[in-house]
């Protein structure tokens, strides 16, 4: 005996969209070096939205536009800043001299201690992608599965706009601790700039380096996984049949094995058709 089972678009967009609302957030942290700087990073990402379209037969694709990808940076960065400026000491050379009955003697050398200057963002991002995933029947031992197996895709991100925070972050926490060291008067805007021009370029490292994380954490959500199939619906493969003249006149109910499954596209319906034995 066969049977057909046929799920209309908008029922495949309740079933995806209930699928997406049961996947936790998943969060990454990584750490770099550069030169004098260093950062740790963590990514959380969330998935939201999208609309859900299928495409008939041959492709069988189900296409899901504007899928919403949103998440959250938060980073730790900083330095030494006796890494970056120069020793400045007071004053410039030891003076020393050789005085009758004492001996070799010298004045007191006060070198400035740089202290150790760091910020902590929190960067909030969010962007849309569209997707494309074909359709696989997997045999799930008691049940039957439709599963999704997502087309390979490269989100793009736009980081841009995160480099002025950072850049203002950082800049004000070096004046903050630079001012408040006595004594260094006009040096200190040139010193701040010392340190602005050697951490600029850091910024889009910094920038590749959390969009790759972005990356490696998605690639790990079963839902966007080259390799891991997502699992849409389920079926029983034993499935209980009540006659229609029950219980007039008190037939049993019948159980039938569900022995294959096919799933297509058709008329934009996401067909399912079957043999009982």
Same mark, same amino acid.
């Given at each position: 005996?066969?049977?057909?089972?046929?799920?209309?678009?908008?029922?495949?967009?309740?079933?995806?969209?209930?699928?997406?609302?049961?996947?936790?957030?998943?969060?990454?942290?990584?750490?770099?070096?550069?030169?004098?700087?260093?950062?740790?990073?963590?990514?959380?990402?969330?998935?939201?939205?999208?609309?859900?379209?299928?495409?008939?037969?041959?492709?069988?694709?189900?296409?899901?536009?504007?899928?919403?990808?949103?998440?959250?940076?938060?980073?730790?960065?900083?330095?030494?800043?006796?890494?970056?400026?120069?020793?400045?000491?007071?004053?410039?050379?030891?003076?020393?001299?050789?005085?009758?009955?004492?001996?070799?003697?010298? %004045?007191?050398?006060?070198?400035?201690?740089?202290?150790?200057?760091?910020?902590?963002?929190?960067?909030?991002?969010?962007?849309?992608?569209?997707?494309?995933?074909?359709?696989?029947?997997?045999?799930?031992?008691?049940?039957?599965?439709?599963?999704?197996?997502?087309?390979?895709?490269?989100?793009?991100?736009?980081?841009?706009?995160?480099?002025?925070?950072?850049?203002?972050?950082?800049?004000?926490?070096?004046?903050?601790?630079?001012?408040?060291?006595?004594?260094?008067?006009?040096?200190?805007?040139?010193?701040?700039?010392?340190?602005?021009?050697?951490?600029?370029?850091?910024?889009?490292?910094?920038?590749?380096?959390?969009?790759?994380?972005?990356?490696?954490?998605?690639?790990?959500?079963?839902?966007?996984?080259?390799?891991?199939?997502?699992?849409?619906?389920?079926?029983?493969? %034993?499935?209980?049949?009540?006659?229609?003249?029950?219980?007039?006149?008190?037939?049993?109910?019948?159980?039938?094995?569900?022995?294959?499954?096919?799933?297509?596209?058709?008329?934009?319906?996401?067909?399912?058709?079957?043999?009982?034995?």
């Amino acid at each position: 005996m066969d049977t057909t089972l046929a799920i209309s678009e908008a029922g495949v967009n309740t079933v995806f969209h209930k699928a997406l609302a049961g996947l936790p957030p998943v969060a990454k942290t990584e750490s770099q070096t550069w030169g004098p700087f260093f950062a740790t990073y963590s990514v959380a990402v969330f998935l939201s939205g999208g609309t859900a379209s299928l495409e008939n037969a041959p492709a069988n694709k189900l296409d899901v536009s504007g899928l919403h990808i949103s998440g959250s940076v938060a980073a730790s960065v900083g330095f030494d800043l006796g890494l970056i400026l120069p020793t400045i000491c007071i004053p410039p050379e030891p003076i020393c001299a050789d005085l009758p009955l004492v001996g070799h003697v010298c %004045l007191p050398q006060f070198c400035i201690p740089w202290p150790h200057a760091s910020i902590s963002p929190f960067l909030p991002f969010s962007f849309n992608v569209d997707l494309s995933f074909g359709f696989r029947v997997d045999d799930l031992g008691a049940q039957w599965g439709i599963d999704v197996l997502v087309d390979p895709f490269s989100p793009r991100f736009d980081l841009t706009p995160m480099a002025p925070v950072i850049l203002s972050q950082m800049e004000a926490e070096v004046t903050s601790k630079l001012s408040a060291i006595p004594g260094l008067g006009g040096l200190l805007s040139g010193l701040i700039k010392t340190v602005m021009d050697a951490f600029t370029p850091i910024v889009d490292l910094l920038l590749d380096a959390i969009s790759g994380l972005i990356n490696a954490v998605l690639k790990t959500l079963d839902l966007l996984n080259v390799s891991i199939p997502f699992n849409l619906l389920k079926f029983d493969k %034993l499935q209980t049949f009540i006659p229609t003249n029950v219980p007039l006149l008190g037939d049993a109910p019948v159980k039938m094995t569900l022995t294959g499954l096919t799933a297509s596209v058709l008329d934009h319906e996401l067909v399912a058709e079957g043999q009982f034995a």
